[in-house]
């Protein structure tokens, strides 16, 4: 039985390193931007303004799903499909349809939160007091919107640079006009922090788009519609799916909200914004550029399949020792980011991380159904994701209070990793490789015996043995990473040691 479904060329390995590599650059300098602006918004606002912020961004992100109809994420496939024919004014149409129908979209999304201010305000906070904040926030989302619907086409026709400058240059705006109106004004300013934030993310995107050199053409109204109608068919079930995900956050944070107070909903917030820190670049990188290489292979099941694995090992082999080092030094992390007012969330940090490494195994699975167009399937699954987390989290949080809500996120992710490869074995015979079983044997194991280390040993021997397997588990992933690359795109000091280790 051999390791690999095929004998690695390195190509694929190296171009998925590459994607990565970039996406994780940027994010890089997003965690140190992350350190500032946590850091400013813990100190200024304390657990009670963080747990607002949270709220207020939960509102948004929900009404971006609602109003966008999932066009940013069905132009994403729409322009990739594009790009795979190389038919030149298919592109542009394409392109075109997308940004207008972002623009439109978000009009529309902007107006429906102002007109919905009153009753949103009263469901999320039990008051009118906050209902000028939710009209206020109704710009963010108009923002927002245009501002995707522009990534959109950038990533569909898998501008990986592009698109890791502007997540560096949003970051850094969003930082520069955040921290600056929560110092002047408080409290006040999370709304406005918000609005600005959403503003200035237009720029980069807006810079970056012109630069696919993708000019509007003539269209009639028939081919207007046309591809307007293709892109909102696929789009509603996106809608639906980032609805669903949003609504789940959105109740997620109701129920920790209503359990254990405002302060309670903040510690939450910290700890899910940095459980999902470094997990994120590797789940933002496949959004990036693998879903746009499987989607032009899903109608061969056996290179989608190669296509899969061999995007979860580099996943599993990036991910794993910085989430065992989070799952470590989660205390430590806590106060980098936040303060020692935040120490209350580290026991969550610990359960959300467990949750995440399940996550990186089980995504890029779940992208076999969307490169292939299963809608239902998708729907479905999104649908029955949303209820155990929820079911979860109202019955955890009752017992354990805001710690429940991270235990409900483990829970999710067993469950639907079971689920998802069930699905994909039936529906292209999916099957994972001895390699990737292997990995994830070591670093499964791994995270639970360092997640338990510190339940049941004093603090200074269970961080010994943590940092033992971050060690361990980093010299691991470097070899197999190294070993995954052509010889000739290493240095030569790394292919005399791989010689000597042999």
Request: some cysteine.
């Amino acid at each position: 039985m051999t390791l690999r479904m095929i004998p690695p060329s390195g190509q694929t390995y190296t171009q998925i390193l590459k994607s990565t590599m970039l996406m994780g650059g940027s994010s890089l300098v997003n965690v140190a931007l992350s350190i500032i602006r946590n850091k400013a918004l813990a100190v200024l606002l304390g657990p009670e303004g963080v747990g607002l912020m949270g709220l207020y961004g939960s509102i948004a992100d929900i009404a971006q799903a609602v109003a966008g109809l999932g066009v940013n994420s069905s132009g994403v496939r729409q322009m990739a499909e594009a790009a795979g024919t190389g038919d030149a004014e298919r592109i542009v149409r394409s392109a075109t349809v997308l940004r207008r129908m972002s623009t439109v979209l978000g009009v529309l999304g902007a107006v429906l939160l102002a007109a919905l201010a009153l009753p949103v305000s009263t469901l999320t906070f039990g008051d009118y007091q906050h209902a000028g904040g939710v009209a206020l926030l109704s710009l963010a989302v108009f923002f927002r919107l245009v501002s995707a619907g522009q990534t959109a086409l950038i990533q569909g026709l898998r501008g990986i640079a592009n698109l890791a400058r502007i997540n560096v240059l949003t970051a850094l705006l969003g930082t520069a006009v955040t921290v600056p109106l929560i110092y002047l004004f408080g409290a006040q300013a999370i709304v406005p922090s918000l609005v600005a934030a959403a503003a200035v993310s237009i720029l980069p995107t807006w810079w970056y788009s012109r630069q696919t050199g993708v000019q509007p053409p003539p269209m009639s109204a028939r081919q207007f519609g046309q591809e307007a109608t293709a892109l909102l068919r696929l789009g509603v079930v996106f809608m639906a799916s980032g609805l669903l995900t949003s609504g789940a956050a959105y109740a997620i944070r109701i129920i920790v909200l209503k359990e254990g107070g405002v302060v309670a909903a903040g510690l939450y917030q910290a700890a899910w914004a940095l459980g999902g820190l470094y997990a994120g670049f590797i789940l933002q990188a496949m959004g990036t550029d693998f879903y746009p290489r499987l989607t032009a292979i899903a109608g061969n099941n056996t290179e989608c399949n190669r296509l899969v694995n061999e995007q979860a090992e580099v996943s599993i082999l990036l991910a794993g020792p910085g989430l065992l080092a989070t799952l470590t030094l989660a205390p430590l992390v806590m106060s980098l980011f936040y303060s020692a007012e935040f120490h209350g969330a580290v026991d969550l940090l610990r359960w959300i991380c467990l949750g995440m490494m399940l996550r990186i195994v089980a995504w890029p699975m779940g992208f076999i159904v969307l490169a292939k167009g299963a809608q239902t399937i998708f729907f479905w699954t999104e649908v029955a994701a949303t209820l155990v987390h929820v079911g979860l989290a109202w019955l955890f949080v009752s017992k354990f209070g805001a710690l429940g809500a991270g235990m409900a996120f483990f829970g999710l992710y067993v469950w639907h990793s079971i689920l998802i490869y069930v699905i994909v074995r039936r529906f292209t015979g999916f099957r994972w490789t001895a390699a990737n079983l292997r990995h994830a044997l070591l670093f499964l194991p791994a995270s639970g015996l360092v997640f338990c280390a510190f339940w049941v040993l004093p603090l200074w021997p269970a961080t010994v043995i943590g940092c033992v397997a971050v060690a361990l588990s980093t010299l691991y992933s470097l070899r197999m990473l190294v070993e995954l690359l052509p010889p000739e795109s290493m240095p030569a000091a790394i292919r005399a040691w791989i010689a000597k280790s042999a």
